[in-house]
């Protein structure tokens, strides 16, 4: 299938394998976690509805900064920002929170840059590193988003996922179920992070269980000396958290964990930001959060964390505290830029407990450039798609029977094939320009985007005909739906027809707009996904497919860095380790425009067919520019 095309991918979370707490932590955060509820507590899920909301009269009423990790060594794995009501009728707890994973280790870990409403606050990051840290100056999108220090830096990517509910409780002091947190109160709050991973590795869904002590007190210090008051309470609380891999859909909704905790007893830390409402703020807060008016607000973007974290989000608001670019004026925004889109039209499952067996789901992973013309509100969007689903071909042309695994997890395109660990990857065969899905943007309330078409299959290669999507999205970068048409008429006429598979689908605007390269290959995603002669046509998932080879990359193709490269680095019989820069694979099959770049992982010799030749294909002094 071509246009946007639907190649179908494993989406398999990979088990890297590493030491202690970053190895679970690694394999957990690859997907934005959340937090949950007691057993006693009413169940909640993605697909159930929340619970009435309680009256958030108690003392725990606010927002904290949570790290698993230890703020004093500045040795942190991940970090959440979590809104919490208390009720005092019962003490009831419920929460709702983004999290992000900070592990130092940029070949597993995800990658991105310091969000723009960062740029000023290197003085206030007290652990890390002056010398590596400039107001002012951004990261680029090739620098390691994680560093393995308390707290940020945070994506991007940022989630395309809505914040998740938990539901727990406050014990007083000795009042614990099995006394387990002794002669002090505490809140034990349990919860199902849905769709992590593979059976392999995470299993679908991860339910861990978090433990306060002293929630919203922690200890006396003397800020304002020697008299000690309210403003004197560092409000830092230690805990602990427990998880369980491998919980099946039914544990997860029932938050009931089967079998022993996977890893046990990790180090927590509860910070508290200000109280609800914003009405007593932390004089100490976590050192990653700036202080003054940005207190309330994460990520800067004029919406409060209280408000992004609420179950009703405020006018102008969006659903993630540290994304900036999900909170705006629904008269004056432009929506143009780069998404992350994901899809669920079915959810994966274990066919018992522990995920001894399992059942795949249907999931749709797309990079996306949204053009919004502010004068009529009308849409174009350019999508391009891997889908994981185990009855459909990832690239049929090229590798044929090689199919996704139908599991969460990511991103595509992978994994290795073959097994034997070529280094080739699964990457879709583009030889046709992408497909351009147009729509309108509604300014009512609440604000929605509407995008919709249908994808040509005119080499009739994935098994599903011509496919025509729906898409309605809340333009907060809530969830929203989609319908997908299989097997539409040939050449999508009269489309749509048929009765569609729904999902629910998500998605969140990433930074730096056209200059964004997701794959790093020196061609803006922007450019990737248009139909142009020398940038165009290409995959921005593929890294492999635009050959500049230049150390460090320049995004150009020239005579004298990369043709001259390649050529000095003349190999057809292999090469020594750290060559496989100058190293691409022969061309996939494909037609036309799209052959010259349509290219998969090194292969482990440069030779003149492929590697010389190829790079002399894609000749580009002039570099590949993002669209204006």
């Known amino acids: 299938m071509d246009g946007i095309r639907i190649d179908y991918t494993a989406a398999r979370t990979r088990l890297w394998r590493a030491a202690g707490v970053s190895a679970a932590l690694i394999a957990l955060a690859l997907v934005i976690v959340t937090v949950g509820m007691n057993n006693d507590a009413p169940p909640a899920s993605a697909t159930d509805p929340t619970p009435t909301k309680i009256a958030n009269d108690g003392s725990l009423g606010g927002v904290s900064d949570i790290l698993v990790g230890d703020i004093a060594t500045g040795a942190g794995s991940f970090y959440c920002i979590a809104k919490t009501d208390h009720a005092t009728s019962n003490n009831e707890v419920k929460t709702a929170l983004q999290c992000n994973i900070d592990v130092a280790n940029a070949g597993i870990a995800p990658t991105g840059d310091t969000p723009p409403t960062w740029e000023d606050t290197c003085e206030t990051l007290a652990a890390r590193d002056p010398a590596e840290c400039v107001a002012g100056d951004l ?45 002090v109160p505490c809140t034990i709050v349990t919860s199902c992070f849905e769709e992590v991973g593979s059976p392999d590795d995470t299993g679908p869904n991860v339910i861990w269980r978090v433990m306060i002590l002293d929630p919203g007190t922690g200890t006396t210090v003397d800020v304002d000396p020697p008299e000690p008051g309210p403003e004197d309470v560092d409000r830092v609380s230690d805990g602990t958290v427990n998880i369980w891999y491998n919980q099946n859909n039914a544990n997860c909704k029932a938050g009931t964990p089967k079998g022993d905790p996977t890893f046990e007893d990790l180090a927590l830390q509860s910070v ?48 993630d505290p540290q994304n900036p670019f999900d909170s705006f004026d629904p008269d004056t925004v432009d929506l143009s830029g780069i998404y992350y889109i994901t899809t669920r039209l079915f959810r994966a499952d274990c066919t018992d407990d522990q995920c001894t067996g399992d059942v795949p789901g249907v999931y749709i992973y797309c990079r996306a450039d949204l053009q919004h013309d502010t004068s009529d509100n009308t849409l174009e969007m350019r999508p391009y798609c891997y889908a994981d689903n185990t009855a459909v071909d990832i690239n049929p042309e090229a590798y044929p029977g090689i ?13 290795e094939f073959p097994s034997s660990g070529s280094g080739n990857f699964i990457y879709g065969d583009v030889d046709e320009a992408h497909t351009l899905l147009t729509g309108t943007y509604t300014k009512t309330n609440p604000p929605t985007i509407h995008v919709f078409g249908c994808i040509p299959d005119p080499d009739d290669s994935t098994g599903t005909g011509d496919v025509w999507f729906d898409i309605t999205l809340g333009a907060y970068q809530l969830p929203g739906t989609i319908g997908v048409y299989l097997f539409q008429n040939p050449d999508c006429a009269d489309s749509p027809t048929g009765t569609p598979l729904v999902g629910t689908v998500g998605f969140a605007k990433q930074p730096n707009g056209k200059l964004r390269d997701d794959d790093n290959d020196g061609v803006p995603t922007a450019a990737e996904v248009r139909d142009d002669t020398a940038c165009g046509r290409r995959d921005p998932y593929n890294k492999n497919d635009y050959y500049d080879v230049s150390i460090p990359r320049d995004g150009v193709i020239d005579l004298a860095n990369d043709v001259l490269g390649v050529i000095v680095h003349f190999a057809p019989g292999g090469y020594l380790p750290g060559d496989e820069n100058w190293d691409r694979p022969a061309a996939m099959i494909g037609r036309g425009l799209g052959s010259n770049w349509n290219r998969g992982s090194p292969d482990g010799v440069i030779d003149l067919a492929n590697d010389i030749l190829g790079v002399i294909l894609q000749f580009n002094p002039g570099g590949c520019p993002p669209p204006s």
């Not at 940020?152 to 947190?181: E, H, I, M, N, R």
């Not at 695994?405 to 994994?415: K, S």
């Open 139 to 183: 990261q680029d999108s090739s620098e390691p988003g994680t560093d393995e220090l308390a707290g940020p830096p945070p994506p991007p990517p940022y989630t395309t996922q809505a914040p998740s509910k938990g539901y727990g409780f406050l014990y007083p002091a000795s009042t614990s179920p099995g006394d387990v947190c002794g002669a």
């Open 272 to 319: 508290q930001a200000y109280d609800k409402g914003g009405s007593n703020q932390n004089p100490n807060p976590a050192p990653w959060r700036r202080t003054a008016v940005s207190t309330l607000d994460f990520d800067g973007d004029g919406c409060t964390d209280e408000d992004e974290l609420s179950k009703t989000s405020a006018a102008k608001c969006g659903d």
């Open 403 to 415: 199919t996704g695994d139908g599991f969460p997890g990511g991103p595509p395109p992978g994994p």
